[in-house]
């Protein structure tokens, strides 16, 4: 779980960044994959995890047209990119696509587990959920998150303000 948590700004910064490029278009899938940091930070791993299904792995792309990303997930993927520009240490368990809520992905019967995609046994479900709010992962508390929207690494520039309010009405 959340022991020895490492947080690795220089992995999660290039994380940003390419995810950042992804989420616009501006990098195919196969790149996305092919560029993911060697880390130990469990929170560069559990979003580059969860990215997994907004994308086809069959074939190279890029988020546009068909595979453009809906509003509700591009508001899910900023949320992901805040917390990759902040220090704040990854408290949640390991599993697979943790951006996902686990509640919506429980299975207890095993066999049917093994068929379904980001099935959960129950009490994996419970573990996890247990370690915040869901609804603001990767942020555990949703007061880590508001920390992180007062005070923006991104768009803090002269004259940002009021690019900041938009962008925090638009993602809340």
């Known amino acids: 779980m959340a022991d020895g ?5 220089v992995a999660r910064r290039i994380a940003a960044q390419l995810l950042r490029r992804f989420i616009g278009g501006r990098i195919s899938n196969d790149m ?8 130990k930070d469990r929170a560069v791993r559990a979003i580059w995890n969860t990215m997994w299904p907004f994308y086809d792995d069959l074939h190279e792309h890029v988020l546009s047209g068909k595979y453009k990303l809906s509003r509700e997930d591009l508001r899910l993927c900023s949320r992901w990119l805040i917390f990759l520009h902040t220090d704040q240490p990854y408290v949640w368990p390991d599993i697979a696509l943790a951006g996902f809520d686990p509640s919506q992905r429980v299975q207890p019967n ?3 587990r093994f068929f ?6 129950p009490e994996v479900a419970s573990a996890f959920l247990a370690a915040g709010d869901h609804a603001y992962w990767p942020f555990a508390p949703k007061a880590d998150y508001r920390t992180a929207l007062s005070a923006p690494r991104l768009l803090a520039g002269k004259g940002s303000t009021q690019r900041i309010s938009s962008f925090k ?4």
């Open 5 to 9: 948590s490492q947080v690795d700004s």
């Open 32 to 39: 996305f994959e092919d560029s993911e940091p060697q880390t």
């Open 110 to 112: 095993a066999l049917l």
């Open 116 to 121: 379904s995609l980001g099935a959960l046994k």
């Open 169 to 172: 009405e638009g993602i809340q």
